[in-house]
Every structure is written in C-alpha cells, then in structure tokens.
C-alpha cells in the first residue's frame, strides 16, 4: 500500500504525523529504486529488474552480491548514484571551493576531474582527444584554460592526451564547460570508462600506412561518448588503432587493439585490408595483448568492440580492483569462450585467418 493508498482508504485510521512517515518512506524507497534503474513501486516495479542504460551493470553488481561476493566501494557508489547524474553537486562544490570526499572524488573523474591529494591539494583535469588531434585553434584554447583555471601548463599523456594540472575546486566547473566551449571533452576520461582512444601518431600522413585510422578512432569517440551504457564498468578499458606505419600505436598495450593487416588470395577471407584483433593488454603491466586470429572488416571495428565491452561488463570481477580487467576475464575464460560470447553479442560468427598474411 502506497502513502496515497492510505490517504485514499476509508478504514485506514493514521495520523497526520504518520502518515506523514509513510510518505516520507515511499518517497525514500522509490528514490533509491529510481537510483538503481529500478521501476517505481505501483508500475510493475515490485522484485523486477532495473531498466535503462544502466541496467546491465546493475544486473551484474547484484548477480555478485547473490554469489555471496560483497562489492568494491567503486561499485557501491556508481549503483548510490550515478556520477552522470551529480553534476549539479560538483557545481555546488564549486561555489563553495570545496573537494569532494572519496565517493565524489571517483565520480568526478567521468567528467576527467581527478582530486590528486596528497600531491597536489587541486584538481587534474584529463581530456579526450581522439587519435590526438586537434585543431591550433583547440591547442591555443587548452592553453588559455590552463593559464586561467591551472597551473599555466598541461601535461602530455602516454594516450596522445592533455592534462591541466593545479586547478583549484572553485574552477572546477570553469575547466570543464571551457573544454566544452572548444569543442573538445572531458567526459569519461577518468575512472571505470573507456579512455582516450589511440590511433597511429602519423595517421594520414605516412606513406608506408596500410590504413589512415583516424576516421576509425572517431567513429569509436563518439559511439563510446553517446552510449551512456558503456559506462561504468568493471574497471578502466583502454582500446587502440594500428595502421601500420612507420610510427606504431602500441595496441598490443590496449584491452583492444585493431592492427591493420593485408590479406592475401587463398585465405578464408577475400583479400584486402583488415583489423586484425588482440585482446588483453594493460599498459605498464608487461601484459601485452594476444591476437584472436580474428580478422574484420575496418568498418565494423565499433560493432565488434562494442560486443566485446558489453561482454566484459557482464562479467568483469566487481569484487577486486586488482582483478577487474579484461585480461583476467580472459584467463578465466580462455579466448574460445570469450569469442563466443562476443559473437553471441554481435549475432553472427567473427572470421578467422589463422595462416600467415
């Protein structure tokens, strides 16, 4: 029975000050089931499943729980509160030139505001620039942001990214929105999300490239950028474009990686340019990624990595930060289970080409 049910209900005798409880009970209840995905108590929402962008995370977080595993904090606060859904709050932190505590400290970071306390009592401030360019115009406009709301300088990352350092929280939203005014972006470059995306460093310009990537890094930006369902995952993702030039992309290092191959006459496939795809890299780990034998057509590079990072939020470890990458999915699983699972996604079988190219 509902607070209004009870309003409504002849023989319910409640007093003002209960009924004024219950209101408040309801209230809370469905605020939380609105958090979780969860449709609101009276339509159709009593023990059903969440609904929404967010509801194959929270489908896993709870699939955890009933195994008898108890969630990483990370977890708990992406389910309290989705950080896409606070940025009001981040702005109201702004006003009053305040930090936020831990909970709002790993949120903050879908909008690439990382609070580096103990280091620096401030803000870092990472981008999204895919395939690392961007426009004079852009450079130029990063570097204003960075003398008006930073330290005066930016940093340049192992991803062909930006960082502004030394913001301080009352700039925070300044950054932010300023980024924006450039037509680049923050958004997602921090935290449980797919990071900047990397292509080769001298994509359209080297005469010796089997494929110019950059078309392909930007169709994958905005994909991941519009899907709001692609974020929140077990842990960080990272995913790279070869193209084969002089000047490689390190894709081996990335949780995906597409290297451009040239198929020759004979093969499974008909001959021509392809992706070829390894899986399982970390940067920094020595863990490089192994190649799948599967080939595809570059243009379907989105689709496939779209599959294989909705197979890893079903069931990537939400329990162990140290163990929440793909890689670990993979040891588990092994490669054949994995594929299959990624084809199930797509609904179709992935080509393989398993002799020499």
């Not at 009933?66 to 606070?86: I, N, Q, T, Y």
């Not at 292509?199 to 990537?213: C, M, N």
């Not at 020759?264 to 863990?287: C, K, M, N, Q, S």
């Not at 890689?327 to 797509?346: H, M, P, Q």
């Amino acid at each position: 029975m509902t607070a209004a049910d009870a309003k409504e209900k002849p023989d319910a005798k409640f007093s003002g000050e209960q009924k004024s409880y219950l209101e408040g009970l309801i209230s809370g209840v469905q605020a939380k089931r609105a958090a979780q995905g969860l449709k609101p108590l009276g339509e159709g929402g009593g023990a059903g499943e969440p609904v929404g962008p967010d509801a194959a995370h929270l489908k896993a977080q709870t699939k955890t729980e009933a195994s008898g595993k108890k969630l990483v904090d990370p977890e708990k606060w992406k389910r309290e509160e989705h950080p896409f859904d606070a940025y009001s709050r981040l702005n109201e932190q702004a006003a009053k030139n305040e930090f936020p505590k831990p909970p709002d400290n790993f949120r903050w970071r879908y909008y690439g505001l990382f609070y580096v306390a103990p280091n620096q009592d401030s803000y870092m401030c990472r981008l999204r620039i895919p395939n690392g360019i961007l426009s004079a115009a852009q450079f130029e406009g990063v570097a204003r942001i960075a003398e008006d709301f930073g330290g005066g300088y930016a940093h340049v990352t192992t991803r062909a990214n930006l960082q502004i350092r030394e913001i301080a929280a009352a700039n925070a939203i300044n950054v932010i929105e300023g980024i924006q005014d450039l037509g680049l972006t923050s958004r997602g470059s921090g935290a449980d999300n797919i990071r900047n995306v990397t292509g080769t460093p001298t994509a359209g310009i080297d005469p010796q490239e089997l494929l110019d990537t950059r078309p392909y890094a930007r169709s994958w930006h905005f994909h991941v950028l519009n899907d709001r369902s692609l974020t929140g995952l077990p842990r960080k993702f990272n995913v790279a474009f070869d193209g084969a030039g002089q000047v490689a992309a390190l894709e081996e290092t990335n949780d995906i990686g597409f290297s451009a191959v040239e198929v020759a006459e004979g093969a499974v496939v008909p001959a021509g340019l392809y992706f070829r795809l390894v899986l399982g890299g970390i940067t920094g780990h020595r863990d490089l990624a192994r190649d799948t034998g599967v080939v595809l057509p570059p243009a379907d590079a989105t689709k496939v990595a779209d599959a294989i990072v909705r197979v890893f939020v079903d069931s990537g470890d939400r329990t162990n930060r140290n163990k929440a990458r793909l890689k670990y999915v993979l040891d588990a699983w092994g490669f054949d289970t994995f594929l299959a699972a990624v084809e199930e996604k797509l609904g179709r079988k992935l080509d393989r080409v398993t002799r020499r190219m």
